[in-house]
């Protein structure tokens, strides 16, 4: 009889699994990512089976309320998980390092401990008297939260049997290990062991958990792929190392919509955050200057105003320069293309720069009239009316196109002190009227460069 299998290859970067060690990975093309790791005992799989095997029950018969969901206090935060923490979820956290995960969660457990709830924050990474300087800069908890520092889970499994509590922070899932597997702390077999271990307290419990998870060089959660399919919710952490602000994004989420963001800035005390996006893009938006028109984007149910720069000058090499901060490169040649076969602008011996003001990034295709309009303005060295706003899609013949949400567009900018919306002329039909602002309707590229000068 063949010797059963005790040890496999695993991609470092994406879990992907091989009987023998590969110089690149079939999955996801990295660069020798393959360790040998041994196989995952498959006794965790048994175990969750047979807490389960329960009689099946009838949909109408399972009892719901409002309770369920655990507000944090941080409206922010509780927009993007679709309205609060559902009891029982499973949520990854990742971040880049420093970006403010560990903040984030020590300020919703002081939050959390104020409803007094019980609340169990588990560090891998930092001592109690750390946990204690960053409790300290983020201001006073009225209530005692409980610390454990500790990165073996039998343990961790112990002290949550005994203490029950509703919801349990995990910082981070790397550093967990279980003894059972004897892979390093950190590699795809640990995490992914780890965090089925999670499930199982957070389903079997009833106990909400957070894990943070770290990130690799490419932006994903180091060990996995796996590890998104587990979970019920992943949020990411996201924000320019030298802005303040940084934005949370959910990812995936079981229990609510996906394209909500929740914006936030890093302060002295802590994060605070950001009511209202719009003002904070827009803060220190040069006035009179060419190349600078504010656009609109639906993030999720919030429309964010935003400025797009461009810089348009004459190339000085046969091959022009172009770059794109903020947004799709390719989408911006593809509009410079349009601008150049359906407007006649000789753009093609021009170097064009984009960026969209503040580090933050956008790939609606409503931004598109936006960079449009900020390239023709450069180009002609002519400003845009400071108290106008543009949004519409562009089409390869030059068309603008309608978009959607079009009147909580034109109601952010009008609460922003914006005078006038370009928007494409088959929304504007479709919306009931709004007073206080001036709507101008475009069908071609061309119509709104003429309104725009
Ligand atoms: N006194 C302070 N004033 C302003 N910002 C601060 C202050 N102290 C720390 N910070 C910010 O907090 C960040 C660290 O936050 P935190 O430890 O929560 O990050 P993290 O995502 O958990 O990092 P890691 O991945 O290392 O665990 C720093 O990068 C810095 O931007
Ligand atoms: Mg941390």
Not at 95 to 110: A, E, F, N, R, Y
Not at 312 to 337: E, K
Request: proline content about 4%; hydrophobic content about 40%; overall charge neutral.
């Amino acid at each position: 009889m063949a010797k059963a299998k005790t040890t496999a290859y695993f991609c470092q970067s994406c879990g992907y699994e091989s009987s023998k060690w590969m110089g690149q990975c079939p999955a996801c093309r990295e660069w020798n990512t393959f360790v040998e790791e041994p196989v995952a005992p498959s006794k965790s799989a048994g175990k969750m089976q047979k807490r389960n095997a329960n009689e099946p029950v009838k949909l109408s018969s399972i009892e719901m309320n409002t309770e369920d969901r655990v507000q944090t206090g941080i409206h922010e935060l509780d927009r993007v998980l679709g309205g609060g923490i559902v009891a029982g979820s499973l949520i990854l956290v990742g971040g880049d390092p420093g970006i403010g995960k560990s903040t984030l969660l020590l300020q919703v457990c002081q939050n959390l401990s104020t409803q007094n709830r019980k609340v169990l924050y588990i560090s891998g990474e930092e001592s109690l008297r750390q946990i204690k300087i960053r409790a300290e800069r983020i201001g006073s908890f009225t209530n005692d939260l409980m610390l454990l520092c500790e990165t073996n889970l039998e343990v961790i499994e112990e002290a949550i049997n005994r203490m029950k509590p509703e919801i349990v922070i995990i910082d981070s899932i790397q550093t967990m290990y279980r003894e059972d597997v004897s892979s390093a702390p950190g590699s795809v077999s640990q995490v992914r062991e780890s965090t089925s271990t999670f499930m199982q307290i957070a389903k079997g419990m009833n106990i909400s958990i957070f894990l943070v998870g770290h990130v690799t060089k490419e932006g994903v959660v180091a060990g996995p792929r796996v590890l998104e399919h587990m979970v019920d919710t992943v949020l990411y952490f996201e924000g320019d190392r030298h802005a303040a602000y940084r934005i949370l994004r959910g990812v995936k989420n079981r229990f609510g919509s996906t394209n909500e963001i929740g914006v936030f800035e890093m302060r002295e005390k802590g994060l605070a955050e950001v009511a209202n996006p719009s003002e904070f893009m827009l803060n220190g938006k040069p006035e009179g200057a060419s190349g600078s028109v504010v656009a609109c984007s639906m993030e999720g149910t919030r429309p964010i105003l935003i400025e797009i720069q461009a810089l348009v000058c004459h190339s000085n090499f046969g091959i022009p320069r172009r770059t794109a901060a903020g947004t799709d490169f390719n989408r911006v040649n593809l509009l410079m293309a349009v601008l150049e076969k359906r407007v006649g602008l000789q753009l093609s011996a021009c170097d064009a720069y984009v960026n969209l003001a503040g580090g933050i990034k956008m790939n609606e295709p409503a931004v598109d009239l936006g960079i449009v309009m900020a390239i023709v303005s450069s180009f002609k060295n002519q400003p845009v009316d400071d108290k106008t706003i543009v949004f519409g899609e562009v089409g390869l013949s030059g068309e603008v196109r309608a978009v959607n949400m079009a009147e909580q567009r034109v109601l952010e900018a009008r609460k922003l002190g914006f005078e006038t919306v370009v928007l494409p002329k088959v929304s504007l039909d479709s919306l009931p009227k709004i007073g206080g602002i001036s709507l101008k309707g475009v069908k071609t590229v061309r119509d709104a460069i003429g309104i725009i000068g």
